[in-house]
């Protein structure tokens, strides 16, 4: 069971990325998925999550970040679009559900550097 991301990196301010989060071992669509961020020296925060019916964005990313799946392919992504220096973060990816009698599945990726800067 894995997560790996990808596609981050150094990006001037108004610039886009795409991130990639490939999944192997499980299926994604039976997961809640989700982005989550952490800046040095500050708390991780959630950044974005999808489930079969809904998305959420946070709301300092509303209208920049689109999160989707491809089933098929297995993997989530996180579309950034006009990045901004407060994006600068490592990105991880996360997959959880919930299953009988209290357990939870819950995988993370390592995560992937993104880095806004002029």
């Known amino acids: 069971v894995q997560l790996v991301e990808s596609g981050g990196g150094l990006v001037q301010p108004g610039g886009s990325l795409r991130l990639s989060c490939a999944a192997s071992?499980?299926?994604?669509?039976?997961?809640?998925v989700s982005w989550y961020r952490q800046a040095p020296g500050k708390e991780r925060d959630l950044v974005a999550y999808?489930?079969?019916?809904?998305?959420y964005y946070a709301d300092d990313v509303k209208g920049r970040f689109t999160i989707y799946k491809d089933n098929p392919k297995n993997a989530l992504y996180l579309q950034m679009n006009s990045l901004e220096l407060e994006d600068t973060a490592v990105y991880r990816c996360r997959a959880f559900r919930s299953l009988n009698f209290g357990r939870v599945d819950d995988y993370w990726g390592q995560g992937t550097q993104v880095t806004v800067s002029s």
């Open positions: 071992g499980f299926t994604l669509s039976s997961y809640v």
């Open positions: 999808i489930t079969k019916t809904d998305t």
